[in-house]
């Protein structure tokens, strides 16, 4: 029944093609994609060159789909349960305010969102982006090293977060200067702490 509903639905509201390329796919499947790489000081959970990841990650960030943000947190999930115990907080790196008001949305917290959350792991938004930057797609590689400098801010929490390792995720790099610029701006703001950063696909 629940399948003829969902064709029916399909004729009224034709889904896109990256969101019916990866529907079939189940979670735990999905962990066969998961294939750990790092490069500099950031931690890679999949290759974006894979079809249904980069499906995945589009559908999620393009098209507003909870099935793709699903499939990528568990790439996520895998690799947090593989870390040592430590309470954690989640960073999501940001979208400006003019941006995340007209995708309606960030993919990134869209991902943290369907993680496995216990009462050691937090999601908290440290960083801020100030300015609007042109898409990294469209720039060349030396374009895009620096297209994000001074680009973020840090938010100072309202909890003591002393004891707490950080963990900045970013849904795909490329140069990784995203990445870097958010990552920097901790550094310099919270000297004590240990900082990972992650990246679901690249």
């Not at 589009?58 to 947090?80: E, G």
């Not at 999501?92 to 869209?110: A, F, M, S």
Request: net charge positive; hydrophobic share 40%; glycine share 0%.
């Amino acid at each position: 029944m629940l399948d003829i509903f969902n064709r029916l639905l399909d004729c009224l509201l034709p889904p896109h093609p990256l969101v019916l390329q990866i529907r079939k796919e189940k979670p735990e499947h999905f962990l066969r994609f998961f294939s750990l790489q790092k490069y500099e000081n950031c931690v890679y959970l999949s290759d974006y060159s894979s079809n249904l990841i980069n499906s995945a990650i589009k559908a999620n960030k393009f098209h507003n789909d909870t099935h793709a943000s699903k499939l990528l947190a568990t790439l996520l999930n895998k690799w947090l349960k593989s870390l040592p115990e430590k309470p954690t907080i989640l960073v999501p790196i940001p979208l400006t305010k003019n941006h995340e008001r007209d995708r309606g949305y960030n993919q990134v917290l869209r991902i943290l969102q369907n993680l496995d959350m216990n009462e050691q792991n937090l999601i908290l938004n440290l960083l801020s982006k100030t300015r609007d930057t042109v898409s990294q797609t469209k720039l060349n590689r030396q374009q895009r090293l620096h297209n994000l400098d001074d680009a973020f801010t840090f938010i100072k929490p309202d909890m003591d977060i002393k004891s707490y390792r950080i963990i900045l995720v970013d849904d795909v790099t490329t140069t990784g200067a995203t990445i870097n610029s958010a990552h920097k701006i901790l550094k310099n703001s919270l000297k004590n702490h240990e900082i990972i950063c992650v990246a679901i696909a690249h």
